[in-house]
Nanobody
C-alpha cells in the first residue's frame, strides 16, 4: 500500500502561482511513477502531468504546458507540481496518484485531493 497526502492548494488570483506537494509513505517511493490529476465541478477527471521514477520522463497536458512543472524528490518521498500563470480554468481539486510502471498499468493509489481556486 502507498499512502498519498496532498498539500499546497488554496485561493490565488489569476496570474499567480502555487506549488502543490504530495507526500508518499508505505512503500519504496522510487518504484512508482507519479501523476497529478484534476477534477473541476461537473467535469471529468483529467490528467495534468506525470513523471517517471527517476524524473527522466515527464508528461504534461496541452492545457498546462509551459505553465506547470512536475518534479519529484525520491529522498523526501515527495512529488511536486509547480503551477505558474494560473488561470480561472485551472480551478479544480487536484489529486496525486501513484502506479507501478508496467505496460498498460493504471494508477493504483490516490490522495484525498487539494482544492485550487483561481479568481479572475
Amino acid at each position: 500500500q502507498v499512502q498519498l497526502v496532498e498539500s499546497g492548494g488554496g485561493l490565488v488570483q489569476a496570474g499567480g502561482s502555487l506549488r502543490l506537494s504530495c507526500a508518499a509513505s508505505g512503500r519504496t517511493f522510487s518504484n512508482y511513477a507519479m501523476g497529478w490529476f484534476r477534477q473541476a465541478p461537473g467535469k471529468e477527471r483529467e490528467s495534468v502531468a506525470a513523471i517517471n521514477w527517476n524524473s527522466g520522463n515527464t508528461y504534461y497536458a496541452d492545457s498546462v504546458k509551459g505553465r506547470f512543472t512536475i518534479s519529484r524528490d525520491n529522498a523526501k518521498n515527495t512529488v511536486y507540481l509547480q503551477m505558474n500563470s494560473l488561470k480561472p480554468e485551472d480551478t479544480a481539486v487536484y489529486y496525486c496518484a501513484a502506479k507501478i510502471p508496467r505496460p498498460g498499468s493504471e494508477y493504483d493509489y490516490w490522495g484525498q485531493g487539494t482544492q485550487v481556486t483561481v479568481s479572475s
